[in-house]
């Protein structure tokens, strides 16, 4: 299927940021498959999903149950919000504000505060900014000490271009969240509108120092050295937009179809290698991350997280991966192989061997595990059994010139130990 | 526990008082019952409905409208009007068939259709037009775009057009949008550029869907064709230097607005294409034969998050009356248009946001848009058509409607503008329009505008309040340079201002508009110089001359008022 015209918006972030998706779910604890799950809990991760319907389905169920169940109906009015479906979110919303003002009613303050920020953003999404003004404030006075609320009214003032307020909301929110790098874009774009290129130099640095993997902070500082007319700078800024842009083009394009096939998993797979690719790896892992909590019995999203974490050279996080894949798939011989590489690597010899000699066993002709096991035998000291191991190698495989090298390497080592 | 100013009556009736607030802040000199522009199109006899053919089956080719212009055809003095129609495309047509339409001003406010006597009623599935005397012969000839080849009508001079598309060599075959004359070798002939759509045939139509409603495909569902050039060979024959101009590593975009100007002052006049959904394309000429593609270098390739936008309409004028020719572009609902200001006729900034029309035109769906001085104070405004493109949009988004109100934002003066679309005139119309043309069609020295709209007659808005200021007119004539004057600089100065325009013969949106540079200069009682620079580099000036006087400039010779 086709998508619309209006599909291309989906993720813009030029009005209103998703900021508030990171906020909303952190309000609830990750869901752990082997605890029992709440529908609600079920929910949340139907969210971190972007199983869209499912989440309204299990939300609304919640709901007709518990009319007063604000939580619910907060999660309920974030996936309409997150579907673009802006109306139905903000009837939600504003359902949990008027249980609010009711007597008996109890909500959080953060809960409220998050509220009138949500509302703001689909009211900035719907040009209506008087109104998402109203309710950043709101949000303000309830959640004083969050960043999100101050950097909302900064978003809101820049496109009014109330550049003043602006500034001192930005800097409010910087002295909450001093790593908060979309400020560093915006007060770049306020220097930039004000002519200050030499400001909007160093914001935008700071915006890429802090988050390097977005287009427009390049973009902005291509312009903002143009504007100084240093154009050897400007060529090279632009040159890394293009790389930034192409990244995001193509992350875009796999997630809009994902939109549509969620459950896909190829589509996840091309993903994380996109993200790989543009060495984004937090991206990348929780790419993977998604792809096991949706098929967790399929190994293949284990396999390449811990194939991951075995490039990074992190042996300890690669482990429990692999683990996972054999416990899916007892006879997934990789998985040993790789076991065995990463147990040497941390030294638990016997561990590594016990991995090698299960791979020789499903395939007594492997002659990787054969190399793996005479590399915990040399590293031991074993060097008989090592050269034992070497000479199996080259019996099976003739034409295994690391076998012979390495054989002939020990045997001058050991003859020259003997000598001594 | 804070109150909650959503479910309280009382922050309804705040936010009234502050959006009322706020209205009369951006409304200073317009009283809220002044008439500044009057919908006349009955009263004028404009009784043409145009159609998008519209299926029921959302084509791809129904969403995109079509345009029109002011065009004095038959140089009587006043300014016609030309009407471009969609076809009908799913089934054989009852009655009468949809064609475009030419009305002939009769001097008197009034207009009467003299399509067939003038020969220009083509029945193709049309989108765009534009003007210019291509051929020298001191008339204005006609150029249609249309999903399908496009025609070019000769005006022979007599009140009747011959289609000499195929004697002329410029039957373009792709889906033509905007398009546009030029001078681009400055050897006193019109070129011609056409902005290309998209590939597309409506025996391969796609559904598209859009969270499980059928909606109108985005313009990537198709892929982009390249746009065409002409070169006038200057015997009434045009070559197709399409390859010869544009950069061999191009990649073709979707492409929608044009407008051509010299902005970076160098005496061969640039180009800018809006592209839907893709990247905008700022060609320089070169000079030399070809053009340079340098729109992300300048600035203007994308919006300040560095993304590409819906472009749609487009159009060059210098709205800080600084001599560098500024760049507006609208767009997509939920973007904004946008406002280029020309730095240094190399780069330009995106002053969108300081120019107070960020807020405003995010919540509409931009196409027509065109810089002019509606109120004649020597500051030139910007109107903006506005219409969804989804005719059930609403669905979707129950805040969105398909037909949108127009918006007219005046220049301060200051580098910003102010919305001060009335809620109770002729700007008030909701419609899906299109196209915006601009001219003045009552000669009473100020700017109508001209309103296409999807399905719907157009919209003849007639200035009530331009002529309350002082204004001049110049009707350009090229010799060595090309007849219609087109790409002729012409610098305006006055006690208060010094002004500058080029005569073009594209830009907004599918349309094309009164080839007479128009300035207004407020309180002024006299203009100290007129200079005209032509496209071949000739100056003529004119000192010391009256106001409220239309003058004609012929090249080479002095600047006289017409009567």
Redesign the interface.
């Known amino acids: 299927?086709?998508?619309?015209?209006?599909?291309?918006?989906m993720f813009?972030?030029?009005?209103c940021g998703v900021l508030i998706l990171t906020t909303l779910l952190s309000l609830t604890p990750s869901v752990s498959r082997t605890e029992t799950t709440s529908p609600f809990q079920e929910g949340v991760e139907y969210v971190k999903l972007r199983l869209y319907p499912q989440a309204v389905d299990t939300f609304k169920s919640i709901v007709s149950q518990h009319p007063t169940n604000v939580d619910a109906l907060f999660q309920l009015a974030n996936v309409y919000k997150l579907?673009?479906e802006?109306?139905l979110a903000i009837q939600t919303f504003?359902k949990i504000?008027?249980i609010?003002?009711s007597k008996n009613a109890e909500?959080t303050?953060r809960l409220?505060g998050l509220t009138h920020l949500a509302?703001s953003e689909i009211y900035c999404?719907?040009?209506?900014?008087?109104?998402a003004e109203?309710?950043a404030k709101?949000a303000v006075?309830?959640r004083p000490a969050e960043a999100d609320t101050h950097y909302r009214l900064g978003y809101i003032y820049?496109?009014?271009?109330n550049f003043d307020e602006a500034l001192a909301a930005f800097k409010r929110t910087l002295t909450r969240n001093p790593d908060f790098s979309e400020v560093y874009e915006w007060l770049g774009?306020i220097a930039?509108?004000r002519?200050e290129p030499q400001q909007a130099v160093t914001h935008y640095q700071t915006a890429i120092e802090k988050k390097p993997y977005v287009?427009?902070a390049?973009?902005?500082l291509a312009?903002a050295y143009?504007?100084l007319g240093d154009m050897p700078a400007?060529?090279k800024q632009?040159k890394l937009?293009h790389q930034m842009?192409t990244y995001y083009d193509q992350t875009y394009a796999v997630e809009s179809a994902l939109i549509e096939a969620p459950m896909n998993t190829t589509l996840r797979l091309k993903l994380a290698e996109i993200h790989l690719e543009h060495k984004h790896i937090s991206a990348a892992v929780a790419t993977y991350q998604a792809l096991i909590r949706l098929h967790p019995n399929l190994t293949v999203g284990y396999d390449k997280l811990g194939r991951l974490y075995m490039n990074l050279n992190m042996p300890q996080h690669a482990i429990p991966f692999f683990q996972k894949v054999l416990k899916l798939d007892p006879d997934a011989v990789e998985a040993h192989l790789r076991l065995g590489w990463l147990y040497t690597q941390s030294k638990a010899f016997d561990k590594a061997e016990s991995h090698l000699q299960a791979a020789i066993e499903k395939m007594p002709k492997l002659s990787l595990a054969y190399h793996g096991l005479a590399e915990i035998y040399t590293q031991q000291g074993q060097l008989q059994k090592a050269i034992e191991v070497y000479q199996h190698i080259t019996k099976i495989k003739p034409d295994d010139d690391d076998a012979r090298k390495a054989l002939h390497e020990l045997e001058r080592l050991k003859r020259s130990q003997t000598t001594r | 526990m804070p109150k909650n100013p959503s479910n309280h009556n009382s922050y309804h009736i705040f936010g009234f008082a502050l959006i009322t607030i706020f209205i009369s802040l951006l409304c200073p000199t317009v009283a809220s019952t002044e008439q500044i522009f009057i919908d006349v199109t009955e009263s004028a006899g404009l009784t043409f409905a145009h159609t998008d053919g519209r299926s029921g089956l959302r084509l791809f080719n129904e969403f995109l409208g079509s345009g029109g212009g002011f065009f004095d055809y038959d140089g009587d003095g006043d300014l016609d009007i030309y009407l471009v129609n969609g076809a009908i495309q799913t089934e054989k047509t009852q009655g009468n068939t949809p064609h475009n339409v030419l009305y002939r001003n009769n001097g008197d406010n009034t207009f009467t259709d003299v399509t067939k006597e003038a020969g220009v009623g083509s029945t193709r599935y049309g989108t765009g037009a534009t003007v210019g005397d291509y051929d020298n012969d001191g008339d204005l000839d006609l150029y249609l775009t249309n999903f399908g080849t496009d025609e070019l009508y000769q005006n022979n001079g007599n009140g009747t057009f011959t289609n000499v598309t195929d004697r002329a060599k410029v039957g373009n075959p792709n889906w033509g949008t905007s398009c546009a004359f030029a001078d681009v070798d400055n050897d006193g002939h019109l070129d011609l550029y056409i902005a290309n759509y998209a590939e597309y045939a409506t025996a391969h139509d796609k559904r598209c869907e859009e969270r499980g409603v059928h909606v109108y495909c985005g313009p990537h569902s198709y892929p982009a064709v390249h746009d065409t050039f002409y070169k006038n060979n200057g015997d009434g024959t045009f070559t197709d230097a399409s390859t010869l101009y544009r950069p061999a590593d191009l990649i073709p975009q979707h492409g929608l607005g044009v407008t051509f100007g010299d902005y970076d002052t160098d005496g061969n006049i640039d180009l800018y294409v809006a592209n839907d959904q893709d990247p905008n394309f700022l060609f320089q000429n070169t000079g030399t034969g070809n053009f340079l593609e340098v729109a992300l270098i300048s600035g203007v390739c994308y919006n300040d998050m560095g993304k590409e936008e819906a472009g749609m309409g487009t159009d060059f004028g210098d709205y800080d009356n600084d001599g560098k020719l500024d760049l507006t572009v609208s767009n997509y609902q939920t973007e904004t248009n946008t406002v280029y200001r020309n730095h240094d006729n190399t780069f330009f900034t995106d002053n969108t946001i300081t120019s107070g029309i960020a807020e405003v035109t995010h919540g509409y769906l931009g196409w027509g848009i065109r810089f002019f001085d509606y109120d004649n104070d020597g500051f030139q405004d910007i109107f903006v058509a506005n219409g969804h493109l989804m005719d059930n949009i609403n669905v979707l988004e129950k805040h969105v409607t398909y037909p949108q109100r127009n918006l007219l934002f005046r220049n301060l003066g200051d580098g910003t503008f102010a919305n001060i679309t009335s809620e109770t005139d002729g700007l008030a119309l909701k419609k899906v329009s299109r196209g915006a043309a601009i001219g003045d069609y009552d000669n009473d020295g100020d700017l109508d505008i001209l309103v296409t709209n999807c399905n719907q007659r157009p919209d003849l808005l007639q200035n009530a309040v331009g002529n309350q200021n002082n204004w001049i007119q110049i009707q350009v004539v090229g010799k060595k340079s090309n007849r219609s004057g087109i790409g002729a600089r012409i610098k305006v100065v006055t006690g208060t201002h010094v002004q500058y325009r080029e005569v073009h013969s594209g830009g907004s949106y599918l349309s094309f508009h009164d080839l007479r540079a128009h300035f207004g200069v407020g309180k002024s009682e006299q203009i100290e110089i007129i200079e005209i620079r032509w496209t071949n580099g000739h100056i003529d000036q004119g000192i010391r001359l009256p106001v409220n006087r239309r003058f004609i400039a012929v090249e080479g010779e002095k600047i006289v008022p017409v009567d």
Do not use: C, P, W
């Open positions: 299927m086709d998508a619309g015209y209006q599909h291309h918006q813009a972030k030029r009005v579907q673009d802006l109306e504003n504000l008027a609010a003002g909500i303050e409220y509302l999404k719907q040009s209506k900014l008087d109104i109203q309710h709101e006075q309830s820049t496109h009014q271009a774009l930039l509108m002519n287009q427009s390049y973009y902005n312009k143009r504007l400007a060529r632009l937009f842009k």
